[in-house]
């Protein structure tokens, strides 16, 4: 209870009494105020303006009210009523009370002041709680209050939402929550209102993980095509009790599903050894390879409900060429080419750069399952293959003396095996002459002579020489014609020494002196037309030294077409003689190179070429002596003549000769 009183007139005077009844739950409190007017001698009093103002909100308000009015506050009586304070949210108080009046005089005073409400217990309570049998759907939560709470609440999302639990007053509550997420982490939080005041206290946050299928952290090296083949999978199991699921996929391709598999609880590596059969079946999924990068995923189970999610991890599972690498017995071989097995009479030999060497195949035998896809023989550069086994033909063999010949086979995982033999391949090359003549009798006769000398290889088995000389032959043609007669055999006349042979006739054949004939020679050995020597001549027709004609000589020339007629260049004491020489052309003879004597036909000029003229003409060159020539440049009309030497190398300028027309 508070009082505040005003000044008296005359005895009277008014009083403000205020009473406090607390609301702890709202945390206010309601205030009953009472204003009296009373004392004094008289019943009625005039009263100046009163106001009562209480926490700032004006209660009661009343303007100058005279006595003659008779109504309170100049009569005597009171007045109440009743205000709600909300107190702070410590629960303390202290409000601000307004309380101005004045008897009779003009001129309220204050006479209000401050008053203090009880305080409030506004104490939160301290809230703990536990986690405890966790499953792979939720777990327990125990919770207790430091003072009885009616209303308790957790979250499971650090204090995002809130589910109520229980309604229970008590300083403690549980709940068992059974609809959580597998595998799950959860920020769980409990809340509780204290009864008395009913202010919520909350507790910490904690962590909890719902129980989960395994997880895969890692899988080592898986090889395939071990004798046994073992899985070692390092997975952490949260519940002993749930069976669990291995699933090996190659990209989107399952290979193997195993199931069944408990394990205990923990973080540990897990060995799962296959049985032959899923063996197999792996091995069948990798036959075209030798390895993959695979996918080792693993769900547990309770019963038949999938606990969490799938937990995957990858790993190389591979075969190795140790275990896996196809195995090949062996291989044949034999020289195919019938000429050269024939000359040798043995196919297991073979003649360099003829014969032909075929391989056939063993057996090859792939293992784990896969398959041979390719059979490749090669020897000294060359290869040939097929994917059927059959027999290869590899081809000529270049090279002579022991040489080595593979067979390599190759399985569809690209696993290969090789076998290797060495085979004997005899030193050959095609007959070969030394030298060769081929000429008329002096160069100018109808009579041919032909001599030559050369070599053939000898092909020598266990001692014995098996080549000779079975051709030596020629045909000739004239050259204007297209086709060549036939043949003509010297073999018997050739004379042949192991493996040397000669021939010599000075009377072979005539050819006509005036007709030129293409000659062809043709030798060969017992590999016939694969190895035959053919060489090729032209004869030209016969040209005497001098021919005399009647009424003609020809000098180096058959056919003369004048008393005397030379085909060549003309000396007298050592100088040149003139004759036709040629052209000089303008545009590309220079006339400082022009230095053979005789004449020539400028069918173009130019002085860039030390022309003397751009007009075509006749030039002549003399050369008396070997440091002096002399050129004479005629214009082709005769109307000019230029004339300039070369002394000791150096050429002077033209000299124009003028000439005058004849009329």
């Not at 939080?189 to 009864?195: F, I, M, N």
């Amino acid at each position: 209870m508070a009082t505040w009183k005003s000044a008296a007139y005359d005895g009277r005077y008014l009083q403000l009494d205020i009473s406090e009844s607390v609301n702890v739950v709202g945390n206010s409190s309601t205030l009953s105020w009472t204003l009296t007017s009373a004392g004094g001698a008289s019943t009625y009093y005039t009263i100046d303006t009163t106001t009562v103002t209480i926490n700032g909100t004006t209660v009661y308000s009343k303007a100058r009210t005279s006595w003659d009015d008779r109504v309170f506050p100049a009569k005597k009586g009171s007045i109440s009523g009743t205000i709600t304070v909300v107190h702070d949210s410590n629960g303390s108080k202290t409000i601000t009370v307004g309380f101005s009046t004045r008897v009779y005089i003009f001129g309220p005073q204050e006479y209000g002041g401050s008053m203090t409400l009880t305080t409030i217990d506004r104490s939160a309570p301290t809230v703990t709680f536990s986690t405890s049998s966790v499953t792979a759907n939720g777990f327990k939560i125990s919770a207790t209050s430091s003072a009885t709470a009616d209303i308790w609440q957790y979250s499971t999302n650090g204090g995002s939402s809130w589910t109520q639990f229980s309604t229970t007053a008590s300083t403690s509550a549980s709940v068992t929550l059974s609809s959580l997420s597998p595998n799950t982490s959860y920020t769980v939080k409990v809340r509780a209102r204290r009864q008395y005041n009913q202010v919520y206290g909350t507790s910490g946050s904690s962590t909890v993980k719902t129980l989960g299928g395994a997880v895969v952290n890692s899988v080592s090296t898986v090889t395939a095509d071990n004798a046994t083949v073992t899985i070692i999978i390092n997975v952490t199991v949260y519940e002993a009790s749930y069976t669990n699921t291995l699933v090996l996929k190659n990209g989107g391709t399952t290979i193997l599903t195993i199931s069944g598999l408990s394990w205990s609880k923990g973080t540990a590596n897990r060995t799962v050894t296959l049985t032959a059969a899923q063996r197999t079946t792996l091995l069948n999924a990798m036959a075209s390879i030798k390895s993959f990068t695979g996918t080792f995923a693993v769900s547990s189970y309770s019963g038949s409900t999938q606990i969490g999610s799938t937990s995957s991890k990858t790993a190389t599972v591979q075969t190795t060429a140790a275990n896996s690498a196809p195995t090949i017995s062996g291989f044949t071989y034999a020289d195919s080419y019938t000429t050269t097995k024939n000359l040798t009479g043995n196919d297991q030999l073979f003649v360099q750069d003829y014969s032909t060497l075929k391989v056939t195949p063993g057996t090859a035998t792939a293992k784990n399952g896969a398959s041979i896809s390719n059979y490749t023989a090669s020897c000294n550069g060359l290869s040939a293959s097929n994917s059927t086994g059959a027999a290869i033909t590899v081809g000529k063999v270049a090279k002579s003396g022991s040489i080595t010949v593979t067979l390599t086979v190759t399985d569809s995982r690209g696993y290969t095996a090789s076998v290797s033999k060495t085979i004997t391949v005899i030193p050959y090359s095609k007959p070969k002459v030394s030298s060769v003549t081929l000429r008329r009798t002096n160069d100018i006769e109808a009579e041919m002579q032909l001599k030559f000398s050369g070599s053939i290889s000898a092909v020598s088995v266990n001692g014995v020489q098996k080549n000779s000389v079975v051709y030596v032959r020629y045909q000739y043609k004239k050259t204007s014609e297209s086709s060549y007669g036939s043949y003509t055999s010297i073999v018997s006349a050739t004379t042949r020494s192991g493996t040397s042979f000669s021939y010599s006739n000075l009377e072979l054949c005539s050819l006509d002196a005036n007709t030129s004939y293409d000659f062809h020679l043709q030798i060969q050995d017992k590999l016939y037309s694969l190895s035959s020597l053919d060489l090729y001549f032209t004869v030209p027709q016969g040209t005497p030294l001098i021919a005399l004609r009647k009424k003609k000589v020809g000098i180096n020339t058959p056919d003369p077409q004048a008393a005397l007629d030379v085909d060549g260049e003309i000396h007298m004491n050592g100088v040149n003689i003139h004759g036709l020489m040629g052209r000089a052309d303008g545009s590309t003879t220079d006339l400082n190179d022009v230095k053979t004597p005789g004449y020539y036909f400028a069918l173009s000029a130019s002085t860039a070429k030390h022309f003397p003229t751009t007009t075509i003409g006749i030039l002549e060159v003399f050369q008396p002596e070997s440091y002096f020539i002399q050129q004479r440049y005629t214009v082709y009309d005769g109307s000019k003549m230029f004339i300039r030497g070369n002394y000791g190398g150096t050429w002077s300028s033209w000299y124009t000769v003028s000439l005058t027309k004849v009329t």
